[in-house]
């Protein structure tokens, strides 16, 4: 039941992504954001009332308030990858969370990173390098320039890196809470914290309102995925070991990069499944380690 719920959440997770960008055509990424949020708003606060509140203590609000600045930023940062640079290049960036957070775990907590762990952070980086590879005819650096080039990569890597620390910080949230309440209540309040940037933008002129009912469908089938991608993600956890729960998730990926050829014509198809592939052995390698 975990694999069949962890591969549910790696497309749902490339599908929110997909239609997301869909949607980032014509719209504002704060915009996206928002709304992702406001139309999610009610699936999440109605699963409140099937659930135990757990007791929070102050340790909870204390990690509350370091890991809510953090998550908005990654959020609007992972959405602005996704409107500059092709689905294709960017949702791979994702696989280097497990790599940055098993290198963190050796600075912060003083975790040996063992021979495994090792191959499989070489393995995602070459599988980075494969990625950016346009052609043959690119010398050494070309990639390295090609990825620096690509604004919306340069920004998934750092939600990657931003992630590596909101995943340790939300693991203490849930061990002072519950899983399902944070569920529940993460978003909603996420989605207040956004509102006051949202009505700045809307007067600075940024945000076309009018964008809200003509597209309206299409936001409300992305506020609908954005939930089942949430409670899938914590439904497989519940059953599973989180390190093959996240790296069986990073097929998404893979779903990533089919939906870039068919919505958004992107091209390279080819060596981009071939840096995927190894990116994801690389994060197999991590998890297994």
Known sequence: M?????LLSAFFTATTAAFSKLALKDNDEYLVGWMRCVVSLPFFLSLLFFIKIPHLDLKFFY?????????????????????LSPLSLTLPFMALTPVFMILTSRLILGENIV????????????????????????????????????KGSVYMIIV???????????????DH???????????????????????????????DISNIKRQSKLFLFIGALFFITVLVHFAALDISSAAYMIALKRLSMVF????????????DLMSRLLGTGVMILGVVLISLA
Not at 64 to 74: D, G, K, R, T
Not at 165 to 172: P, Q, R, S, Y
């Open 2 to 6: 975990w694999i069949a719920l962890s």
């Open 63 to 83: 990690i509350m308030v370091i890991l809510l600045p953090l998550e908005i930023i990654a959020y609007l940062l992972y959405l602005k990858a996704l409107k």
């Open 115 to 150: 021979p495994m762990g090792v191959a499989g952070i070489l393995l995602v980086f070459v599988g980075a390098y494969v990625l950016n590879l346009r052609s043959r005819k690119d010398s050494l650096l070309g990639p390295v320039r090609s990825l620096i080039k690509e």
């Open 160 to 174: 990657a890196f931003i992630y590596s620390i909101t995943a340790v910080l939300g693991k203490l949230a849930i």
């Open 177 to 207: 809470s519950s899983s399902m309440f944070i569920v529940a209540a993460y978003f909603p309040v996420v989605t207040i914290l956004l509102t006051p940037i949202i009505i700045c933008r809307y007067r600075e002129g940024k945000i």
């Open 256 to 267: 990533g990069i089919f939906y870039g050829w068919i919505l958004f014509k992107e091209q």
